[in-house]
């Protein structure tokens, strides 16, 4: 099945929307295919969820030949019950 880079990209915001509305998650952070293409490892890190330098993804110049495979994730403070 052929990469739809728009479905994609709305997927990834819908999960960046969620990670940002949910209490518990202060964090997101990207996710990396393995192995990471060189940009993908490039913009990987944890930000801020409310941080306007979360990068976009897919990476529109991700040069994976099955598409940039980057997921946001949840990063959960711990603390306490
Ligand atoms: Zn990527």
């Known amino acids: 099945m052929a990469y739809d880079i728009e479905k994609v990209r709305a997927q ?5 929307n969620q990670i940002r509305q949910s209490p518990r998650a202060s964090h997101v952070y990207i ?3 393995d192995p ?3 940009l993908c490892r ?4 944890t930000f801020p969820k409310d941080s306007d330098r979360i990068p976009e993804l897919p990476h ?3 040069p994976n030949p099955r598409g ?3 997921r946001y994730e949840p990063f959960v403070d711990e603390v306490g019950p």
């Not at 990834?12 to 960046?16: F, S, V």
């Open 12 to 16: 990834r915001q819908q999960e960046l």
């Open 31 to 33: 996710v990396m295919p």
């Open 36 to 38: 990471p293409t060189p």
């Open 42 to 45: 490039k913009i990987q890190g």
């Open 60 to 62: 529109p110049a991700c």
């Open 68 to 70: 940039c495979l980057c």
